[in-house]
Every structure is written in C-alpha cells, then in structure tokens.
C-alpha cells in the first residue's frame, strides 16, 4: 500500500470511527486505538504535504451536529486538546512554555462538552460542541439540568463551557432499567450523558439524574489575568466548577497529576485524564492557537486499569457484514466501575500474535474506559500445554464455508442467507441511503422476521397489507405506506441494490463505481477479481469480497427474487454531455420538495456529480433551511448558491437545450 492509499485509507477510518463517538454515541475501538490511527494519519500528512486535503479528518476537531436539533453557530470555537501519554511527551510541552508563568491543573471530565450562554443575568441558551464550529442548540435539555443556574448575579454577557456528565450511580441505576426492560445497555456514563443530553423530549432528560462541572469561561464583557481568576469568577455566580491547582513547576504538575490518578476511582464522576493549560490569558494570547487545538494546553490521558482473570471460552460472533469476531467468555471481574464477563480478542491475528488460549489467565483492559479487551496472557507452565485457537471453518450461523482475505486480519462469511446477519442485512437494504425503505426500521424488520412474513430480503417485495395489518401496531394506514415505499423501493437503481446488498468493503461510492462499470447486475456473476481491482480507488480486498458474494448460489436466488419482483437491476445511462458534466454540486439544509437523494440523482443524471464537503473546486452549493457552516464556508470561497427553485429550473432549461438539440 503507498503512502497515498494509505492516507486515503487512515482519513476514511479516522472519520468514520469518529463519527460512531461523537454522533452515534457507539464506538467500536478504544480510544488508545483511535489515538493511535489519528496519530499515524498525522505523521503521513506531515510528511506528505503534496497530498493536504482542507476536508482530512484532522483538520476538524470532533462530531458534527445532527438535524434533530436547531444548529447553533459558536461565537467562541469549543477546540480540542492535544493530548499526552506519558510524562516524556507531557515535559516536552513544559518545555515549549517554560518561562509562560505558572500552570493549572485540573481533572478531564469524561463527558459531553456545552456552551452555556447568559445575557442580563439570564440563562438564554447552551448548546453542544459538536465540531468545534456549529452545535446543536440543546437549551430546553440543559434547563432540566439541576446544577445549570437559570439566573446569576453578573448582569452582562457571559459564556462559559462545561462537561455535561452522568454520576456513575445514576449511569448503574439507569443501565439497571434498561436491564429490566429488555432495552439495550449504554456503554459507560459518556455514552449514556451523550444520548440523554440529545434527547427530543426533555422529560426523558430531566430523569437521568445529569449534572455539569464548568471549567472554561469562553466570553465575558470584564477582563481577567488569569484562568484561574476567571474559575473563581464563574463559581462566584453560581456556576459548579471544576477544581484546579495552581502548580509553579514541571515538578508540581506531575505532583497534582499523580494525585488525580490515586484518586480517580473513589470520584463520583469518570475521569479519563487531567489537563494541563498556562494560567496567564495574556501570555495564551501569545502563544496563540493551532488549527484545530491551543498551543497552550495539554490533556494528559491516564493508562487504561488492568486486571487478570481466566479465560474460560471463545465464542465467535458473526456482524450484519458477515465479519467473524472472537470473543472471550471470562470469570466475571470488577473493572473500571463495572463487572467484566466478556472481552474483545478483535481476531485471529490478535489471538495468535499474544498467543492466547482457552484456559490461561489473561490480562484484560477497558481501552479508553469502553470496550474490555484481552491485553496479553500469562504464559504458565499449563499454557504451553493448552490447544492452539484456530477460527472455524465454516461460519458458526449459517454453516457456510468463511473466507480469510489476503493481507486481511478478518475472517468473513460472505452468504447473503446468513441468519446472523438477516435482520441488520435487511435494515441496511431498506436504509435511507440504499433502497430508502421508509417505515421499515429495525422494530418493523425484527416483527416481520418473528411472525415468518419474511426470511430474505426478496421476500419483502411479496407482502401484502393483510399480513402487514396482522402485526401489532401497524394499522391500516401504516401498512399502505410501507407497501406504497417498498414498491416506490424497485425504481431506486443499480447503484442503490449494490450497496443495499450489504457486500462487505462496498460502499455508496463503491456500488456507484460498480454499476458504471458493468451497468448491469448480470455481469458482476462473472466479473472477475482482476477486472474489479482495475476500477479507479478498487483494490484486491474489495475485488475478493464482491467475487465472493456473487460465488454464492443464494445471491442468485436472491437476485432473482428482485428481479421477478421487478426491482431495477440495470444501470440507466448517464446523460452524455449533460448540462452538468464536470460539475461538482454540495447539497445542504433541507429542501422544500426534494430530498437529497432525489437531488443528487438528478444531478448524476445530467452528467454532474455530488460532494459532502465545500471546497474550491465546488461548482454549486444547493441549499435549503437550516444549511450550517457548508454555507458559511460557500459564501467566504464566493462559491455560487442555489435554492431548489433555481435548481429545478436550471434542469428545465437542460432538459428544453436537449430536446432542441434532437
């Protein structure tokens, strides 16, 4: 792999491991691993300035904002810190600003960070950090916040940021509920204060018991020397603030450090490191800021808690792609705050590299404080006399024989049939991305299979409203629309049905490439791996998976299916010197009568193409309302912006230039 594929690679991972922390709240790899991957990509763009790319996931600071919420535009940027793993890299910032004066110190709230904003002595909103730019105004949530004060003393503006956490009680109690009613668990306080601080209804956040630590003031009408005076300015007007300590030297900050670790456990809120900034605001002005991060602050990150326990079994798990993940069954340990039985081994790689095996005593971590994981085991006299773990052959769900990718650490079935992956396979077919399925969410889809109304995802093109009526909660009118989406569903084309297909390492731009290609769903039965790694950003893992899965005498039969039903399996050609060959489109907001994907649709139809982030070379920003900082960045390149209604008739006037052309 060259170092471009590879930037291109790390820049894919980076932003969709960030998008599954700060937007969905789900995380599927430690911090430590995530910290690792953004470092690397780091490094490559550094070394390799010939590839700089303004939209690379390092040139943002975190989530983005979703659209259930009013967006908010932050007066004051809430920026990231760097952070430091041990005191090496920590004394090399003490370095870089010895002779700036003193330090705080301060504990690194595991939380959600918010701007709170106040005018007249009244709280009159707060949002979300989101990406650092535009949040998400949350304001109604944040007044059932017991610790936020609705009024203070100080009469003139004032902004402040805080850590919106959930007290590791609260998270047990409410983890305890959701045990009982069968709803799935949330990962650790973060995760649960996240989810419930975006709550649509602000009952359910005023019930989950959450509080805020405050530890930044971002703007105020009076003027200040240092941070420290400005921590005892907001605690002054009511305001919960984090604790700090003034220390004078590379000594002390490492003292107050230590301290904070000792004391972690026995906290009543998780903490996941401690931060280090300069206490002079006027010296901070000096020292400036980076892209993305101050130069004047630092967050020192605690190493993960580690303890030993017995590996009693691995159980393989098969994913809605068909990935084979091993698991360790292990006796139940107390870790991090809470009772550990299972722990990730990743694969079969990671099993043979540390050489575990089934019985040994094994060292386990929650990485990031998240996700428990298999560290190493202990080689005893007894290890050497226990089985080698090998991955199973055949898929453990569906019998199927399972493939291992060269050059890949995964194991993956590749059987559209798999009973495993059927009901998240049939939720991502019927996804607003693939075939746009409304009504068909996982709660319709896990009904549908339990009654046997279905078993593939060809079967969902032979239902009818009777059988749909049978099913409780789907009334009359409920049924009609979904028969009315799912025949709507067979008109969606054959770059929707390959990425609905759920082909493991194809996505959206991969199924577009695929149906450009071979234009008909036909020819992909005998497409061969070295066609398909010719195709422009393909490579030989993706060729291998797409064979695979056209190897199989169920993806014929599920083929068919579609087909009989009357689902579109060939490719409609692109217009050939359409009005918007060359054109690069960026669409934002919400449009009055089409949805995006119906925009870009259009737009490809005519021989122009689609983009999710502004740049130079945009051609046109369509916008509707609410548009966010796509907007504002179009407006300060004086990249040209278009609303729905000059849009649909800049493809009349193609539509009237073509007609007279014949």
């Known amino acids: 792999m060259s170092d471009l594929e590879k930037i291109r690679f790390l820049r894919q991972q980076v932003e969709y491991h960030r998008r599954k922390y700060y937007l969905e709240d789900a995380p599927e790899i430690s911090d430590a691993e995530f910290d690792r991957m953004y470092r690397e990509l780091e490094e490559l763009e550094k070394a390799h300035p010939e590839f700089h790319d303004e939209n690379s996931p390092i040139y943002r600071v975190g989530g983005v904002a979703l659209d259930k919420f009013q967006k908010h535009i932050h007066t004051v940027p809430l920026k990231s810190l760097s952070d430091v793993f041990s005191f090496g890299e920590l004394e090399e910032f003490l370095s870089r600003t010895a002779g700036c004066g003193n330090y705080t110190v301060e504990k690194k709230i595991d939380g959600l960070s918010v701007a709170l904003i106040y005018k007249d002595g009244r709280f009159v909103s707060g949002a979300t950090r989101g990406d650092g730019a535009v949040g998400e105004d949350v304001s109604g949530n944040l007044r059932t916040i017991a610790s936020i004060p609705m009024t203070i003393p100080y009469t003139g503006y004032l902004e402040v940021r805080g850590e919106v956490y959930m007290p590791k009680a ?19 306080p973060r995760n649960a204060a996240a989810g419930s601080l975006r709550q649509l209804d602000p009952k359910v956040t005023a019930k989950r018991n959450l509080d805020i630590l405050v530890f930044n003031l971002q ?12 921590l005892d300015f907001i605690s002054s007007c009511g305001f919960h603030v984090l604790d700090y300590r003034v220390a004078q030297n590379k000594e002390e900050v490492e003292e107050e450090i230590e301290a904070i670790g000792r004391e972690r456990q026995g906290l009543s809120f998780d903490i996941d490191g401690a931060v280090v900034k300069i206490n002079d605001l006027a010296m901070r002005e000096k020292i400036g800021e980076g892209t993305n991060v101050p130069k004047w602050a630092v967050a020192y990150k605690f190493p993960p808690e580690q303890k030993p326990t017995k590996l009693l079994s691995i159980e393989v798990q098969v994913g809605r792609t068909g990935v084979l993940t091993p698991a360790a069954n292990l006796v139940p340990v107390n870790l991090a705050g809470s009772t550990v039985s299972r722990a990730t081994l990743h694969n079969i790689d990671n099993i043979r590299e540390k050489d575990i095996r089934v019985g040994d005593t094994v060292v386990i971590q929650k990485a990031g404080d998240i996700i428990p994981e298999v560290v190493c085991s202990v080689k005893d006299e007894a290890h050497f006399a226990r089985l080698v773990y090998e991955m199973p052959a ?12 060269e050059g890949e650490s995964k194991t993956m079935c590749t059987n559209s049939a798999c009973p495993a992956q059927r009901q998240r396979s049939i939720e991502h077919f019927a996804s607003k991305d693939a075939m746009n399925i409304e009504g068909l ?7 549908l299979l339990d009654s046997r109304l279905i078993s593939t995802i060809s079967d969902l093109y032979t239902l009818e409203e009777g059988q749909l009526i049978s099913l409780e909660r789907m009334g009359k009118k409920s049924a009609e629309n979904l028969l009315s989406s799912i025949e709507k569903s067979k008109e969606a084309g054959l770059a929707r049905l390959i990425y609905a297909l759920g082909i493991p390492n194809v996505g959206e731009k991969a199924g577009k490439a695929l149906a450009k290609v071979y234009g008909d769903i036909e020819r992909l039965f005998c497409a061969t791996k070295e066609e398909i ?3 422009e950003d393909f490579g030989a893992v993706t060729a291998e998976c797409v064979v695979s899965y056209f190897s199989h005498p169920q993806t ?19 217009e050939k010197g359409g009005a918007f060959e060359g054109k690069t489109f960026v669409l934002t907001g919400t449009l009055p009568t089409l949805k995006r994907a119906q925009a870009g649709a259009l737009i490809e139809q005519l021989g122009g193409k689609t983009s999710s982030s502004v740049s130079k070379l945009t051609d046109y920003v369509l916008a509707g309302e ?8 179009a407006q300060s390149l004086n990249i040209p912006i278009i609303d729905e209604e000059t849009f649909l008739e800049m493809i009349e006037k193609a539509k009237e230039q073509s007609k007279n052309a014949d």
């Open 533 to 535: 790694s010719a195709i």
């Open 219 to 230: 703007k105020c009408d009076r003027s200040f020397e240092t941070h420290a005076q400005t």
């Open 394 to 405: 055949v898929c453990p769900s569906c019998g199927e024989k399972v493939i291992r990718i």
């Open 556 to 574: 014929r039969m599920l083929i068919e299916g579609l087909k009989k039903a009357g689902v579109k399996t060939k490719e409609e050609p692109v």
């Open 170 to 188: 609260s998270f047990e109690k409410l983890n305890a509920q959701r045990e009982n009613a069968g709803e799935p668990l949330f990962a650790n």
């Open 626 to 633: 609410e548009a966010g900082s796509k907007l504002t960045k």
């Open 441 to 447: 969410g996982p709660a319709a889809v896990k009904a």
